[in-house]
C-alpha cells in the first residue's frame, strides 16, 4: 500500500471497531462505504469512509490524491480528514462528520429567503476556496451537491466535500484534465486548454447565479447546444425571475462567469465586491419564486448527480462510446433520457477506471471526460 512515509499519516490496526463504534451505513460508492461511528474514547461521531485494499489495485494514485489534499486541509468551511487508519484488508478515512443536510434542502425548507443570505453563503464559499487556492490546491468539481450544513442550526457553517477531483497545483505546471460536472465547468476546460484554478471561480459564479434564481444558467437538451453556450459564456438574467434582484448581483456573477479567465474575478477580488463586502445585497424576499424553481429543475431524482446527465451521455455517443459504454454490466441505459449514466457523485472516478479507459482510448487519449466522470444509473424524467 502507499502512504508508507514519513508524515505518520496512517496507524495501523487490527480492527478498527476496536476503536469505533460502528453505526448505520451514510453512503457507499463504487469502491467504498461510508458508516456513522463513535469514538468510544470521547463517544464524538465520525464519518469513517472504509476502502478495501482489492478495490485499490491500480487507483493507489488517485486515493492518495484525496488523501494529500484532505490532509493538508484545516478551515471551518471544509470538511477535515482527522485520522487514516490501515488494516489488512482496509484503508479507513475518519472524517469530520457533517449533518446539516444539502444547500438547496435548506433554501427550499426555509420560509423566508433573501439576497443578503445567499450573498452570506457565498462569502463562506469564497472564503474557503480562497483558502484552498492560498495552499495551491484546485478543487475542480464545485457545485451545489458538494455544499453541506455542517449542523441543523439556523447559523450553521456551509461545508464544502468531495475533493476526489482536487489538484494539488505543483510550482510551474498547469492542468489540461477535462474534468468536472459539465453545467458547473468553465469554459476552458471543456475547451481543453491548459486551465488553473480559475476554474473554481466560475463555478462559484454558477453557483451564485442558482441561489438567485433556482436554475442553472446553461441547460439544454442537445449537448452541442449545451456546450457551445458554455464556451461562448452565454448565459441571461431572464425576466421575470431576475426583475427583483440587484443590479448588484448581476454584476458580481458576470465578474466570475466571464470567459476569459485572466478577467475573471479571483477569490480575493470578488470577497471584495460590494455584493459580498458591502451592503447592496437585498433584503427582499425571494422565497416563493427560488425554492419553485429548484424544486422543479432540481428534483432529488435529477440534481442528487449532475442536472444535465443527458449532455454528457450523449456527448459520450456522438463519441461512438455508446455501444461499449450501454455493453457495461455496470450501466443500464434505456430509451433516450429516461435511465442515464452518471459516474457516483462522493466517489473519484478513477473507481470507474474501465469506463474511463474505454472512453479514452475512443476519444484518441484525449483525457476528454476520463478520470472525471461521475457514473450512476438514475431516474430523470427530463425528454
Same mark, same amino acid.
Given at each position: 500500500m502507499p502512504l508508507?512515509?514519513?508524515?505518520?499519516?496512517? $496507524?495501523?490496526?487490527?480492527?478498527?471497531?476496536?476503536?469505533?463504534?460502528?453505526?448505520?451505513? @451514510?453512503?457507499?460508492?463504487?469502491?467504498?462505504? !461510508?458508516?456513522?461511528?463513535?469514538?468510544k474514547s470521547t463517544q464524538r461521531l465520525v464519518a469513517v469512509k472504509c476502502i478495501p485494499k482489492k478495490a485499490l489495485e491500480g487507483k493507489e494514485n488517485s486515493i492518495e490524491n484525496e488523501i494529500a489534499v484532505l490532509h493538508r486541509i484545516k478551515h471551518e468551511n471544509i470538511v477535515s480528514l482527522e485520522d487514516i487508519f490501515e488494516s489488512q484488508s482496509h484503508l479507513y478515512l475518519v /472524517?469530520?462528520?457533517?449533518?446539516?443536510?444539502?444547500?438547496?434542502? +435548506?433554501? !427550499?425548507?426555509?420560509?423566508f429567503y433573501t439576497e443578503r443570505d445567499a450573498s452570506k453563503l457565498i462569502h463562506q464559499i469564497l472564503d474557503a476556496v480562497k483558502y484552498l487556492h492560498d495552499m495551491g490546491i484546485v478543487h475542480r468539481d464545485l457545485k451545489p451537491e458538494n455544499l453541506l450544513y455542517y449542523s441543523m442550526d439556523e447559523d450553521s457553517n456551509i461545508m464544502i466535500s468531495d475533493f476526489g477531483l482536487s489538484k494539488i497545483e505543483?510550482?510551474?505546471?498547469? /492542468?489540461?484534465?477535462?474534468?468536472g460536472t459539465p453545467g458547473y465547468v468553465a469554459p476552458e476546460v471543456l475547451?481543453? $486548454?491548459?486551465? %488553473? $484554478?480559475?476554474?473554481?471561480?466560475? =463555478?462559484?459564479?454558477?453557483?451564485?447565479y442558482i441561489l438567485l434564481c433556482g436554475y442553472p444558467p446553461f441547460y439544454d437538451e442537445n449537448d452541442a447546444k449545451l456546450f457551445e453556450q458554455i464556451l461562448k459564456a452565454e448565459y441571461e438574467f431572464d425576466s421575470p425571475y431576475w426583475d427583483d434582484i440587484s443590479d448588484s448581483a448581476k454584476d458580481f456573477i458576470c465578474h466570475l462567469m466571464e470567459k476569459d479567465p485572466t478577467l475573471r474575478y479571483t477569490c480575493e477580488q470578488a470577497l471584495q465586491h460590494p455584493w459580498i463586502s458591502g451592503d447592496t445585497a437585498l433584503d427582499k424576499n425571494i422565497h416563493e419564486s427560488v425554492s419553485a424553481q429548484i424544486k422543479k429543475n432540481f428534483a432529488k431524482s435529477k440534481w442528487k448527480q449532475a442536472f444535465n446527465a443527458t449532455a454528457v451521455v450523449r456527448h459520450m455517443r +456522438?463519441?461512438?462510446?455508446?455501444? =461499449?459504454?450501454?455493453? %457495461? =454490466?455496470?450501466?443500464? %441505459?434505456? =430509451?433516450?433520457?429516461? +435511465?442515464?449514466? @452518471?459516474?457516483?457523485?462522493?466517489?473519484?472516478?478513477?473507481?470507474q477506471e474501465d469506463i474511463c479507459t474505454s472512453y479514452k482510448e475512443a476519444a484518441g487519449a484525449s483525457e476528454q471526460w476520463t478520470d472525471h466522470l461521475r457514473v450512476n444509473i438514475i431516474e430523470c424524467g427530463w425528454d
Open positions: 508508507e512515509d514519513g508524515n505518520g499519516w496512517k $496507524k495501523k490496526t487490527t480492527d478498527i471497531k476496536e476503536k469505533y463504534d460502528f453505526k448505520e451505513v @451514510l453512503g457507499t460508492g463504487a469502491f467504498s462505504e !461510508v458508516v456513522l461511528a463513535e469514538e /472524517m469530520q462528520l457533517v449533518s446539516g443536510g444539502e444547500l438547496f434542502d +435548506r433554501i !427550499v425548507e426555509k420560509g505543483d510550482s510551474g505546471t498547469v /492542468m489540461s484534465t477535462a474534468c475547451a481543453q $486548454k491548459p486551465y %488553473s $484554478k480559475a476554474v473554481d471561480c466560475w =463555478s462559484i459564479g454558477v453557483i451564485s +456522438r463519441l461512438q462510446l455508446g455501444t =461499449s459504454l450501454e455493453g %457495461s =454490466s455496470q450501466i443500464t %441505459s434505456t =430509451s433516450p433520457c429516461h +435511465r442515464h449514466l @452518471l459516474l457516483p457523485a462522493k466517489e473519484m472516478c478513477s473507481c
